[in-house]
């Protein structure tokens, strides 16, 4: 079993940035995919970037690229997600995502079932 949980959230001014964290217990996530997802208020789940086992592939959602940059340390179980030049359309829970061990990115990197495990989310609200 994987135990995600992320940090990081919270109330930015358009333009600003954060640094979401995603830490994990229970099993390593150095042979997994791991993903961000987001999801706005009345809104589904959406993409926002995925990351490959040794990090040498990425792959973002058009509307967060050239802001956002998705990141691993596998040494020390964690993903991070850098989120610069915020837009109050970036207000949403954040979830960190981990697919099943020994499966890294595919074509379907995008889908929300390519990934088992799930954080319980951080909140993250651009506003003035």
């Known amino acids: 079993q994987v135990r995600l949980v992320e940090s990081g959230g919270g109330l930015v001014q358009p333009g600003g940035s954060l640094r979401l964290s995603c830490a994990a217990s229970?099993?390593?996530?150095?042979?997994?995919?791991m993903a961000w997802f987001r999801q706005a208020p009345g809104k589904e789940r959406e993409f926002v970037a995925t990351?490959?086992?040794?990090?040498?592939?990425?792959y973002y959602a058009d509307s967060v690229k050239g802001r956002f940059t998705i990141s691993r340390d596998n040494a020390k179980n964690t993903v991070s997600l850098q989120m610069n030049s915020l837009k109050p359309e970036d207000t949403a829970v954040y979830f960190c995502?981990?697919?099943?061990?020994?499966?890294?990115?595919?074509?379907?990197?995008?889908?929300?079932?390519?990934?088992?495990?799930w954080g319980q989310g951080t909140q993250v609200t651009v506003s003035s």
């Open positions: 990351i490959s086992w040794s990090a040498g592939t990425t």
């Open positions: 229970g099993s390593t996530l150095s042979n997994r995919a």
């Open positions: 995502a981990a697919g099943l061990s020994g499966y890294d990115i595919c074509t379907h990197y995008y889908h929300s079932y390519e990934y088992k495990y």
